[in-house]
Every structure is written in C-alpha cells, then in structure tokens.
C-alpha cells in the first residue's frame, strides 16, 4: 500500500519522472504556457511552484547574506539545468509574484486526446508578463514607410515623364 506517498508514479521510473518534470518545468518557464496531460499537469503545478517559492523567498535575503541565496539558487538548479532560464526565474518572474501568497500556476481542462482519449489541459502562470510597446518607434516606422512609399511614386512620375519625351524625340 501507498501510504503517505505523495508522488505520483504515473507509470515512470524515478529517474525517468524526475527528468520529464525538469523538463516540463523548464519549457513551462520558458513559455510560460503549455499545453500536457490532467494528471501530469496536476504534478507539474505542485514542482513548479514550489519552485517559483523558493526564488520569491531569495528576494527577501539582504544582499549580505549570499550564501543563502547561492544555496537557493542550487536547490532550483537540481531541477531546472538551463541556466538561462534560471536567471529568468529569479529575475523576472519571481518580482512579478512577489505580493501572491500562493498559486502562480493554473490549469485550464481542455478534454480528451482524440488519439488515446487522455485527459488535456493547459498549464501557465497567473500573471503574465506584461510587454509594453513603444508607440515612437510604430510611429517612426510609418513615417519611414510613407517617406520610401513618396520616393518610389515620384521615382515612377519621373520615369514616366522620360519615357514620354523619347516618344516626343522619336517622332
């Protein structure tokens, strides 16, 4: 019997579970979104925020204190093994969810796999990452875009006035 076992086995091997969900949680952090199995996703959300809770708390240690942090970092490290989105964990989405008690993660039910009618779901962060667009930038495009737009009419008219005067010398 299985009790006070926590983990689900989901038919994997240890090693084997462990890297899928490095995995899972690394594309997670990467996409912020992903799309996987009901029982896999359910999993996935216990690791991952457990994980993002562990970066939340490295905010809080004052900068004197870096041994703390370090041994923070190597914790979340034995999971996720791209070091670039370890740096995107603690610098960018640990600050967004630094006011959320709990809950980062949500999963949204999608229904069943039409090739082995396996429970879907979508997995992703609570607050997204929220990207703010430069309007000097759209604007000077579209001056850039009218100016090339002006220049090639004009280099057209003018093409059209020569062709017109060697009609008028041939003649």
């Known amino acids: 019997m299985r009790h006070r076992n926590s983990v689900k ?46 970066a939340k708390h490295n905010l809080d240690i004052p900068e004197t204190d870096g041994g703390r942090k370090l041994h923070n970092k190597r914790e979340v490290m034995k999971v996720i093994k791209d070091r670039d989105i370890l740096k995107k964990l603690f610098e960018d989405i640990a600050p967004r969810f630094k006011d959320r008690k709990g809950g980062y993660t949500r999963i949204y039910l999608l229904g069943k796999r039409s090739g082995d009618a396996a429970e879907m779901s979508i997995i992703e962060l609570v607050e997204k990452k929220v990207v703010v ?4 930038d759209k604007e000077e495009k579209k001056d850039k875009k009218s100016k090339e737009k002006k220049e090639l009419k ?7 006035e020569a062709k017109a005067k060697k009609k008028k010398e041939e003649k």
């Open 9 to 54: 086995q989901l038919g994997r091997t240890h090693a084997h579970r462990k890297a899928m969900f490095g995995n899972m949680v690394t594309s997670l952090l990467r996409h912020e979104r992903i799309v996987t199995t009901k029982e896999k996703g359910k999993e996935l959300k216990r690791i991952s925020e457990r994980l993002i809770n562990r």
């Open 133 to 136: 667009k430069k309007t000097e």
């Open 154 to 160: 004009k280099e057209k008219k003018e093409a059209k």
